[in-house]
């Protein structure tokens, strides 16, 4: 049971406008949502994140938003460049005992064109 | 700078022949953890860390192991590997309750 989703498995955007990816979760215990960028051949490197008590985060370029409700995040790339290009991972926790123990999505390979 | 390494980035090893891969950080992190990430599927995780307490995956199979001798080093043991053990073996790091940092992979192939 896939208890993250990425729907989507790619994206094309062009460069300048906004990249949408988007991200559904089912386990209501997950309180810490975060969003990894790679590129090939490199490990995940972590973007941006945010907690269950609050539904935007801001970070230069790069917006995440959380729906806890309808249990969906999204993160909002403005304006988008080429080099963002890249499979981008939605990952959620639940910080119980010591450690932030995190459940992927399976990747949404983002592709900006000139 | 501060980074989380991965030894060897390849590695190719013959089915049933044991194989170790390693981990080490230069962040002083006191978690670490071990993923599995199959082709197009969702980075897995196998066990974690946290100083020297080791935490299994209810669903991680007997046949990984792991050792952390000390803060800076983790070691991934597979005791006999399969043909559906290829994969990418993801290191990460964090401090309790913080983002974590990965490594670049080690892409092991079974033959």
């Known amino acids: 049971d896939q208890q993250v989703k990425q729907n989507s498995p790619s994206l094309s955007v062009q460069e300048g406008r906004i990249s949408i990816l988007n991200c559904d979760y089912t386990?209501?215990?997950?309180?810490?949502f975060l969003w990894y960028k790679k590129y090939p051949a490199e490990g995940p490197t972590f973007l941006i994140s945010i907690s269950s008590i609050k539904d935007k985060n801001e970070d230069g370029r790069f917006t995440v938003f959380l729906n806890k409700s309808a249990k969906h995040l999204s993160l909002h790339i403005v304006p988008s460049q080429p080099g963002d290009s890249a499979v981008y991972f939605c990952a959620a926790s639940a910080r119980t005992g010591t450690a932030s123990k995190l459940t992927f999505g399976t990747g949404t390979r983002l592709q900006v064109t000139l | 700078d501060a980074m989380v390494i991965q030894n060897p980035r390849y590695q190719v090893t013959q089915f049933g022949k044991p194989v170790t891969l390693s981990c080490s950080q230069t962040?002083?992190?006191?978690?670490m953890y071990w993923y599995q990430q199959k082709s197009s599927q969702a980075p897995k995780l196998l066990f974690h860390y946290y100083d020297k307490d080791f935490n299994n995956e209810a669903d991680t199979p007997d046949n990984f192991q792991s050792r952390r001798p000390n803060t800076s080093f983790c070691f991934l043991d597979i005791r006999s590997p399969g043909l559906g053990d290829a994969a990418m073996y993801l290191c990460a790091t964090s401090r309790a309750w913080a983002e974590q940092f990965f490594g670049p992979g080690t892409r092991l192939t079974v033959l």
């Open positions: 962040l002083n992190h006191n978690v």
């Open positions: 386990n209501s215990m997950f309180d810490y």
